[in-house]
């Protein structure tokens, strides 16, 4: 089977500096090119999906990992998942901090009886794992949080702006899984729950996966990824179960995007927000979304 990717920065406000976009296109194609490599030397859907995530939150620019947003009380909580579509297992991180790569965190916990850990738990799991203490706040990142305290506008669309990432890969045995890293919508209450953590916001099985990024809340409400993983397992293509999905969501005012693939290759993303920032292998090239 040939494998397929498709990867997202997060959606948001049109970029209207084109100098901008491009930048934002080369370092997603970057990340493409790179894992792609890897499935077509028979890299895991699962492998390759943490592998994207990874380079994703080391890159500052993306709201996960390095260059996370602040929530409210100045502090940085990250949340991951992994959901691995073939073994239909989902593991995940929620609010953790001081760690460089939270979906690190969710690839360990694939293997672990407690699957979901949160807030200390993901300490004493970093420990457990040997991890280094790593503090993944940037000025850029301070610099709107003081911004945005100084205002005293705390926007419900925080994220428009934000970068959360994401990956669906289907890998050359045909299994398809999903990885989703976030720091959260952005000056959010202390406790906060995103959806990056919870199938809603990431969610595969061997005939389809999901990432999704936006309004946490509203992808919550919709079941946004179940939603459209269960369609497509019932029989509706991609591109509807897609269409219709996010018809819903916009009679409802939800803000969100997604990135889908299915089990015969079918490389999807729709959204209801301006811009959707993702890449994917398109016949020996790398397509954009935006
Ligand atoms: N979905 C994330 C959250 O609400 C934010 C984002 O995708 O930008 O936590």
């Known amino acids: 089977m040939e494998p397929k990717l498709i990867i997202h920065g997060g959606a948001g406000l049109a970029l209207s500096d084109p100098d901008r976009a491009q930048s934002v296109r080369i370092a997603l194609a970057q990340v493409v090119n ?29 709201n996960a990992g390095t260059g996370s947003v602040l929530q409210s009380d100045g502090q940085i909580r990250m949340s991951a998942s992994v959901m691995d579509g073939a073994k ?26 407690d699957r979901v850990v949160s807030e200390t738990g993901g300490q004493y799991l970093a420990r457990e794992m040997n991890l280094p ?43 398809i899984s999903a990885a989703t890293s976030t720091g959260g919508r952005g000056f959010e209450r202390n406790g906060r729950v995103s959806d990056s953590a919870q199938p809603a916001g990431n969610y595969a099985n061997d005939c389809c996966g ?35 999905t996010i018809g819903e969501a916009k009679v409802r005012n939800r803000d969100y995007g997604v990135i889908a693939l299915d089990h015969h290759g079918t490389v999807g993303w729709d959204k209801n927000m301006p811009l959707l920032l993702a890449a994917y292998t398109a016949e020996g090239t790398v397509g954009f979304s935006f």
């Open 88 to 113: 239909q297992r989902f593991s995940g991180v929620i609010n953790i901090s001081g760690v460089r790569n939270p979906v690190l965190l969710a690839q360990y916990l694939q293997e672990s009886p």
């Open 210 to 244: 999901v990432s999704c990024t936006g309004i946490g809340e509203d992808i919550i409400d919709e079941a946004a990824a179940v939603r459209i993983v269960l369609r497509v397992t019932d029989g509706m293509n991609l591109t509807e179960a897609l269409a219709k």
């Open 34 to 62: 790179e894992v792609q490599q890897a499935l077509s030397t028979g890299l895991s859907a699962t492998e390759a999906v943490i592998l994207a995530v990874t380079r994703l939150e080391d890159e500052p620019r993306y």
């Open 133 to 175: 203490p790593y503090d993944p706040t940037t000025v850029r990142r301070l610099e709107e949080w003081f911004e945005q305290k100084k205002s005293g506008i705390v926007q419900r669309a925080g994220a428009l702006t934000m970068g959360t990432v994401g990956a669906v890969a289907l890998d050359q045995q045909g299994q």
